[in-house]
């Protein structure tokens, strides 16, 4: 349930068109949904402004497709976010829930990749936007998720990617290009250091994705992880290895909460 939803509610309650009875149990109903082997979060984006996103690994084709469909029709024109979906569980929910637009991104170390599709995305809000920066092209699997999620939920980006500090004149010529960004997102493997760097270059909030790209003693993202939370630049955040989703959302709600607060 969106606030908007709730508004609504309310205000039918208040001019006498739905009673108390009735508007508790649409708020009831709203709290959660069961499809029993799922407990659907339908209250998230009351709490926390973000709604709850389906995780494709580990499921069914057909549990996420009817997780899918739950979503959408629970209250028609919400977005709904499914991630690392599989080529069966995609097909399986556009087939029961309607077309997606769909984002693909295969993960560094996966050969059947991962899908993330989104049905109502939210319109691109003016005046807001994340730059999204990859330290090699080995990243990107991990930066089309970010941009992905941040599409999903209205966020402009902007992609640069290969800029690691092998070259770091491949950075600095665009520095100018990352300091318009709201906040920016740095994506690397092998040692991550050019999240510190960026950190050093501007203003906004920078979020680090350490990913699981390197050789051996890069150790499948720890060696990043643990450089990026060692950075001596102060107030860079630091999400999970390969964790592009959790970076985009990281950065929506810090833009969400920042406008929240200045309105």
């Not at 993960?107 to 990859?134: K, Y």
């Not at 270059?201 to 992880?225: E, F, Q, R």
């Not at 985009?248 to 406008?259: H, K, N, Q």
């Amino acid at each position: 349930m969106h606030r908007s939803t709730l508004e609504i509610l309310v205000k039918k309650f208040e001019s006498g068109e739905i009673t108390q009875g009735e508007l508790v149990r649409h708020l009831e109903s709203g709290f959660m949904l069961d499809l029993g082997y799922a407990k659907l979060d339908t209250h998230r984006p009351l709490r926390q402004g973000f709604p709850e996103v389906i995780y494709g690994p580990g499921k069914t084709p057909a549990q996420v497709a009817h997780i899918v469909q739950a979503l959408v029709t629970q209250e028609p024109g919400s977005t709904v976010l499914l991630s690392r979906a599989s080529t069966a569980q995609l097909d399986a929910a556009k087939e029961i829930a309607g077309e997606a637009i769909t984002f693909y991104h295969g993960l560094s170390l996966s050969d059947s990749g991962h899908f993330s599709a989104v049905w109502n995305p939210v319109p691109i809000r003016d005046g807001v936007s994340v730059c999204v920066i990859t330290g090699g092209t080995a990243d990107l699997a991990v930066a089309t998720e970010v941009t992905a999620v941040l599409f999903a939920f209205g966020v402009r980006s902007d992609l640069i990617s290969d800029c690691g500090v092998a070259g770091i004149h491949r950075l600095l010529e665009q520095t100018e290009r990352i300091r318009t960004a709201d906040v920016v997102v740095v994506v690397a493997g092998m040692e991550g250091a050019i999240a510190s760097v960026v950190g050093g270059l501007v203003k906004a909030p920078v979020i680090a994705v350490p990913t699981s790209t390197g050789y051996g003693a890069s150790l499948d993202g720890v060696t990043a992880l643990l450089s990026m939370l060692s950075s001596c630049t102060p107030g860079l955040s630091v999400v999970g290895i390969d964790n592009g989703f959790g970076a985009a959302v990281s950065a929506i709600r810090i833009l969400d909460y920042g406008t929240s607060r200045l309105g």
